[in-house]
């Protein structure tokens, strides 16, 4: 007789996820979005919840024979996977309060479909979209263009997915200074104090941590730009920018690309993480996208050495197949059977 699913719960989950190697993880899978054939995902589900306000996503994935070397040398993996995801707007305002988005990763396995695990993911889900974002800093603006000592990060939006973006970028990458902006500027405070007192693990542990009234004084000088708002309109204009600035733009609004202006559009280089994806959700894009982040990683498409590059993000609410890479999910389960 096979044996019952496991539920593993936020605290398991969250005590196994590590910057290195969900870093990896996620580099992994855009490679593989890129070139592997292995690899069938369509575009997430949307379930319209109404009269609630919320949003039901359906986000299947299968990954086959992929590697982590960090965790597990040549091994090789194959991943089943769907996720579901709720998005309910009024969920902060509850007594108590809850997430707006919850989540979670349903695991099958890869040979009989049988379900093995179910787990909760709303961490993993923050950790995999800031990692995402983490990669293509890397290979669209540390790789090539860094030309000088100092550089500015900054955070357009202090909720969940900006605060993972800060602690993630401020771990991964040695800047020198990060500036943080939110239409409430006490969640920008709180997330400054929380930075300072994290900073000693950060790859500059005397980084500048700054709270900004102003969106413009925020964005004026940065190298690096996270912009994690829900803002329906369009925020970030080409005037607030550098000529030489890469943005990840996560897209925490309804519509992806609603928080920059056309003009910035315009000017840009524009990366997805995933073709079907896009096709579905940024269809109304007025922007040529050049390539996928994996395209640029297996070298398909040149490294931008200059300019306007924007990192289009279609991994906030939990899409992409990212997740279902994590070694720790295994390691999980072995710890939930084990009780």
Request: aromatic letters at 8%; hydrophobic letters at 40%; proline letters at 4%.
């Amino acid at each position: 007789m096979s044996q019952q699913p496991v539920y593993i719960c936020e605290e398991d989950v969250k005590r196994l996820l590590k910057w290195e190697e969900v870093y990896e993880a996620v580099k992994v899978a855009l490679l593989s979005a890129a070139s592997n054939e292995s690899f069938s995902q369509p575009a997430r589900s949307f379930t319209v919840a109404s009269p609630q306000s919320g949003l039901l996503l359906s986000m299947p994935c299968y990954l086959g024979d992929y590697q982590l070397s960090l965790l597990s040398g040549e091994k090789s993996y194959r991943t089943l996977a769907c996720k579901l995801v709720t998005a309910f707007s009024l969920n902060p305002t509850r007594n108590p309060p809850i997430p707006k988005i919850l989540g979670n990763i349903f695991l099958f396995h890869p040979d009989t479909g049988a379900l093995e695990a179910i787990l909760e993911a709303t961490d993993i889900t923050a950790w995999r979209t800031a990692c995402a974002s983490l990669v293509a800093t890397q290979c669209l603006y540390f790789d090539t263009r860094l030309r000088h000592q100092d550089v500015i990060l900054s955070i357009v939006g202090c909720g969940v997915q900006g605060r993972i973006h800060s602690i993630g970028m401020c771990t991964t990458f040695p800047f020198t200074e990060i500036r943080l902006w939110n239409r409430t500027e006490s969640r920008a405070t709180q997330l400054a104090h929380e930075l300072t007192e994290l900073a000693e693990q950060f790859k500059n542990p005397s980084i500048k941590i700054t709270v900004h009234s102003c969106l413009e004084s925020c964005l004026d000088g940065g190298d690096v730009i996270v912009i994690a708002t829900s803002s329906p309109r369009a925020i970030i204009e080409r005037k607030h920018l550098k000529d030489d600035v890469h943005i990840n733009a996560i897209g925490a609004g309804e519509v992806h690309h609603a928080e920059i202006h056309q003009n910035v559009y315009d000017a840009a280089k524009v990366y997805v993480d995933h073709w079907e994806g896009a096709k579905t959700e940024l269809k109304d894009l007025k922007a040529e996208i050049v390539g996928l982040v994996g395209d640029v990683l297996s070298q398909k498409k040149p490294t931008p050495r200059r300019g306007i590059t924007i990192f289009q993000s279609l991994e906030t609410t939990g899409y992409g197949h990212s997740d279902y890479e994590l070694r720790s999910l295994e390691v999980a389960i072995k710890i939930a059977r084990g009780r």
